[in-house]
């Protein structure tokens, strides 16, 4: 799949580091390093726009080993880019840990998915179908 990606970033396009990586890593474009202090957040410009096509999201997606070595994670994860946005793709990053985290230009921050989706048309019923678990919910199945 070809997307266009207009890159006003000082950094090279979004790859996947392996054959079979799902995510591409995107990168901050900023111009000073920014100090993201325990539990504050921030929204990183990537300097990255991109044109999808219709039935496509870009999945962003924290970075695991941000979110376990530093605490840093995104607020609205998995954050979605539409096919129809064409504004410049920005994270929102969340610092989860006790101890200030430094954002430097060119560092990788999140990762991003494109992905298919499927638009829902609504099939409004009286009743639902019933199945084995009903309405349970959080924590039905239990906690083992």
Same mark, same amino acid.
């Given at each position: ?13 979004? &790859? ?10 995107? @990168? ?13 957040? /921030?929204?990183?410009? /990537? ?9 496509? *999201?870009?999945?962003? @997606?924290? @970075?695991?080993?941000?979110?376990? %070595? ?15 946005? @064409?504004?410049?793709? %920005? ?7 006790? *101890?200030?985290?430094?954002? %430097?230009?060119? *560092? ?6 494109? &992905? ?26 239990? /906690?083992?």
């Amino acid at each position: 799949m070809k997307i266009k990606i207009v890159n006003n970033s000082k950094h090279p396009l979004p &790859s996947y580091e392996t054959l079979t990586s799902a995510g591409m890593d995107l @990168r901050a474009n900023i111009d000073d390093p920014v100090v993201l202090k325990s539990l504050d957040r /921030t929204l990183v410009p /990537t300097g990255l726009f991109i044109e999808l096509p219709a039935g496509y *999201e870009a999945q962003i @997606r924290p @970075r695991s080993g941000l979110a376990y %070595k530093k605490g840093i994670s995104i607020l609205n994860t998995p954050g979605t880019i539409d096919a129809d946005y @064409r504004g410049e793709i %920005k994270v929102i990053l969340i610092n989860l840990s006790k *101890e200030d985290f430094i954002i %430097k230009d060119g *560092e990788r921050i999140a990762q991003m998915i494109i &992905s298919a989706h499927e638009k829902a048309e609504w099939l409004q019923v009286e009743e639902l179908i019933e199945t084995e678990r009903g309405s349970g919910g959080f924590g039905h199945t239990g /906690t083992n």
